[in-house]
């Protein structure tokens, strides 16, 4: 099935259905606007496209009708004139987000069949902009994991297999697993996600995609399932870094209704993705060298340095001595904000609500068989570190060791611009290789976590890949609420990579 | 700090989760792992260093004290387990 073009000067030519599904966000604006295809086109090529990759498991509700509705809406609005920054274009959305009159559940059993009679802010900025919602995104339970392996909906599979991997199933990462499988197979132009301690950042480096958390308080988290508060941002998941760009310009802004949301515009960040990175200087931190860390990723890792070189930056080694603290660190302070935010789940207003013989055992049996062994895990250590005589040896302790990292970064800004590491200690590695030991699962996000601690901008740019034909991320990281020079730098970095595999599709 | 049993049993009553007896065990072997790992916090010295409350810096925001939101129960109530005349219906909360 085709669709022909009014000319083919434009160089469009004969678009099929599905290499709608190959463009890039910016591609699909720019054939929206220019009525070379409608947003239903481009809606059900992606439909088509969600329903055969069910296989991967990334999304756990699809929403083709709404969908339709969405794209028909968007299609009358370009007639018009009226067309938004992303009218039209066809996003999945983490179900971490509340979606008005769309089932929500953070992918745990607790929530049910919870249906929200409201629109999380990031949602309601992104559909004001005319983007249309193909369904809601597999994650880990409330967002706690690095593999999507505790998903209630079941794992996520990797759209990438190893050369040498012997055809294994492998993770997309976690926890925002389902938007970044979904974004590496073309099942959608882009997908909402959140980063609590990586869970943007290291799914994008283990899918090839580009994923950005930014500065602590530029999205709203009204309306997002809570986590850790102190930590949580929002942020999106793209196939290029001006797509990320493009995403994260609509969803953040100032929002009263949440309290730690910043007072401050967001620029337009598109125009920051190719400026020049001539004379930044770009920070090189010795302390991310870690003990048997794979060869290719040093290698990635110095191949990121030579090429912001070659493009004129200036690369200056820095010292962020706390950074092995901050796992751990966060495994106190994550789990304690946790068990605060997750108290809620009771039983008596929404969601699951088991039996028992009193309100006591109705609570514990409810969240017994509501939650998942992870989120119970971090619950208990949240409880017991905030619990009375611990509360200073492991909370109070953590929120200062918190300052000390902070503190290192605000040295490291002295002589740098801009900060360049890599993403994970490792390529995507195969569902169930990493669930013995929680730790083992934890230490996924040592490059990652500072920068939730700190509240810094922090993006993952696909920048190569393994000897198993894997992709490799790296991360910059950027002062408080300069995520244009993150942009710029990972721009830069993208068009030095060259980086052009896609997972070659088994579904 | 190690955890014994009897703490496993304590933090899962305050955390009103029910943990089956045969949970106990692995979790205390789960928990002290991770307390263990958490140890190495210890060797950062942190005498003086106020904690990091909050990385947002800025004042808390204050709004004209107008109703703006609310009103309707039935909103409130659509996902209810049970709910009756516009009430929650709830377990007997008080002997």
Same mark, same amino acid.
């Given at each position: ?507 | ?31 002290? %792992? ?7 916090? =210890?060797?950062?010295? /942190? !005498? @003086? ?5 909050? $990385? +947002? ?13 609310? %009103? ?7 996902? =209810?387990?049970?709910? /009756? !005349? @516009? ?5 007997? $909360? +008080?002997?």
């Amino acid at each position: 099935m085709g669709r022909r073009n009014k000319s083919d000067d434009d160089g469009w030519g004969m678009l099929l259905m599905s290499e709608l599904t190959k463009l890039t966000l910016k591609a699909a604006l720019d054939g929206l606007r220019s009525k070379t295809f409608s947003s239903v086109e481009i809606t059900r090529a992606h439909i088509a496209a969600v329903e055969a990759a069910r296989p991967l498991n990334a999304f756990v509700l699809e929403t083709p009708e709404k969908a339709l509705e969405m794209a028909a809406a968007a299609d009358a609005r370009i007639a018009s004139g009226d067309a938004g920054a992303l009218e039209g274009a066809p996003l999945g959305i983490k179900d971490l987000f509340c979606t008005k009159g769309v089932r929500s559940t953070a992918c745990s059993k607790i929530l049910g069949n919870f249906i929200p009679e409201y629109e999380s802010t990031v949602t309601a900025n992104l559909f004001g902009d005319g983007a249309v919602m193909l369904g809601k995104l597999n994650l880990d339970e409330f967002a706690m994991g690095s593999s999507n392996e505790t998903s209630a909906f079941g794992n996520v599979i990797n759209p990438w297999k190893s050369a040498s991997g012997g055809n294994k199933a492998l993770t997309p990462g976690g926890s925002s697993g389902g938007s970044a499988a979904a974004v590496a197979a073309d099942l959608c132009l882009g997908a909402t996600a959140t980063d609590t301690g990586g869970s943007i950042r290291q799914p994008a480096a283990f899918t090839g995609t580009v994923g950005i958390k930014p500065t602590y308080g530029r999205c709203s988290r009204w309306g997002i399932v809570a986590f850790a508060s102190s930590l949580d941002q929002a942020g999106p998941i793209a196939k290029t870094v001006e797509d990320a760009a493009i995403l994260l310009t609509s969803m953040a802004g100032h929002d009263p209704k949440d309290s730690t949301s910043l007072d401050v515009e967001t620029p337009d960040l598109a125009p920051f993705v190719g400026k020049s990175v001539k004379g930044l200087r770009i920070g090189v931190p010795k302390e991310y060298r870690v003990d048997g860390m794979p060869a290719e990723i040093e290698k990635l890792w110095q191949d990121g340095i030579d090429w912001l070189k070659e493009a004129g930056a200036e690369i200056v080694e820095v010292s962020l001595p706390h950074t092995k603290y901050a796992l751990p660190a966060y495994y106190i302070v994550a789990p304690a904000e946790a068990s605060s935010n997750l108290a809620r789940y009771d039983g008596m207003r929404y969601g699951l609500r088991a039996e028992g013989g009193n309100l006591t055992e109705i609570y514990e049996n409810t969240r017994a068989q509501g939650f998942g062994q992870e989120v119970k895990r971090r619950i208990l250590i949240g409880t017991y570190v905030l619990s009375a005589g611990y509360y200073d040896a492991y909370y109070l302790k953590a929120q200062k060791v918190r300052r000390r990292i902070a503190d290192d970064f605000d040295k490291a800004w002295e002589t740098c611009d801009a900060l360049l590491t890599p993403t994970a200690p490792s390529a995507a590695f195969a569902l169930g290789e990493r669930n013995a030991d929680p730790i083992a699962m934890y230490l996924n996000d040592v490059f990652t976590v500072t920068t939730n601690l700190a509240g810094l901008p922090s993006i993952s740019v696909p920048a190569g890949l393994d000897s198993g034909g894997l992709p490799l991320g790296l991360q910059v990281i950027g002062r408080a609420l300069d995520e244009g020079t993150v942009f710029s730098v990972a721009g830069a970095l993208e068009k030095a990579a060259g980086f052009r595999a896609k997972a070659e599709r088994w579904w | 700090m190690a955890i014994d049993a009897a703490t496993v049993r304590k933090v899962a009553r305050l955390a009103r989760i029910a943990e089956p007896e045969e949970r106990i065990e692995p979790l205390v072997q789960e928990l002290n %792992g991770i307390l263990q790992w958490i140890e190495q916090l =210890a060797e950062v010295d /942190t !005498d @003086g260093v106020e904690p990091l409350t909050s $990385v +947002v810096h800025a004042t808390l925001a204050l709004r004209e004290d107008v109703v703006t939101d609310g %009103g309707d129960a039935a909103r409130v109530l659509s996902n =209810a387990p049970s709910s /009756t !005349d @516009g009430f929650y219906v709830v377990p007997k $909360v +008080v002997e």
